[in-house]
């Protein structure tokens, strides 16, 4: 079953950049690669999304290599506040339930 | 204003029980999903509806039924509650499609409620 392969944790200090790295062998041709940030009793939410390249905004950069094979979410100089489970969507084959395979995310801990 | 709302946030019930999760968005979103969370934080998707119709019905029992009375609410029914049924379930909502990448309009970003808890003793 093709999905998507995130660390299961990691931990960092404040004022560090943190890279998280999704591996999606067999992503779909045509559709995005999206970041969700979850905090502690609360839904996913919306951080980041890219096609192809570096995508950037205000909250994170996503590095998508030519081959689409994986992505990198990068939080430059995080702060106790980014604590909280990251999860890459990045959807395969061709059917509805394929794009919405979100797995076990990456768990970070940011240490004072 | 909540953009996705669903009630209750904690639900506490014996085995056995019939329970309902109801599910609003405010979005104006054609496509709503329901997720199922477990402790190890799997997010895992359960169905979805897009204008009030099935589009995905994962291998849920047939105890879970979704009703989709109009494309703003979309409720979880839960017949006959058992003990591996405890999870954090999740609505959530996203636009149409407005093309393809990199030139979709909507991007398909999923808009997430808070979550119920639901625990069976």
């Known amino acids: 079953l093709a999905k998507t392969t995130q660390p299961i944790s990691m931990d960092s200090y404040e004022g560090q950049e943190v890279n998280i790295t999704c591996s999606h062998n067999n992503i779909a041709t045509n559709d995005y690669i999206t970041w969700y940030q979850q905090f502690p009793s609360q839904g996913p939410r919306f951080i980041i999304q890219g096609y192809k390249t570096k995508v950037t905004n205000e909250v994170a950069s996503l590095f998508i290599p030519a081959d689409r094979k994986s992505s990198t979410l990068s939080l430059p100089r995080v702060s106790l506040s980014d604590t909280a489970v990251y999860y890459c969507?990045?959807?395969?084959?061709?059917?509805?339930?394929?794009?919405?395979?979100f797995g076990q995310g990456t768990t970070l801990q940011v240490k004072p | 204003d909540t953009a996705v709302s669903q009630t209750p946030k904690y639900l506490v019930t014996q085995m056995g029980n019939d329970k309902s999760i109801k599910c609003e968005q405010n979005?104006?979103?054609?496509?709503m999903y329901w997720y199922k969370q477990d402790s190890k934080k799997f997010l895992k998707i359960m169905f979805s509806?897009?204008?009030?119709?099935?589009?995905i019905n994962e291998t849920v029992p047939n105890r879970f039924s979704p009703k989709s009375p109009d494309k703003a609410h979309l409720n979880l029914h839960i017949n006959s509650l058992e003990l591996g049924d405890s999870a954090v379930y999740f609505c959530a909502s996203s636009p149409p499609r407005g093309g393809a990448p990199p030139n979709d309009s909507a991007k398909n970003i999923q808009y997430f409620g808070a979550g119920t808890r639901l625990s069976v003793l």
């Open positions: 979005l104006g979103h054609d496509t």
């Open positions: 969507l990045a959807p395969y084959g061709s059917s509805n339930t394929g794009k919405l395979i």
């Open positions: 509806y897009n204008n009030k119709e099935l589009i």
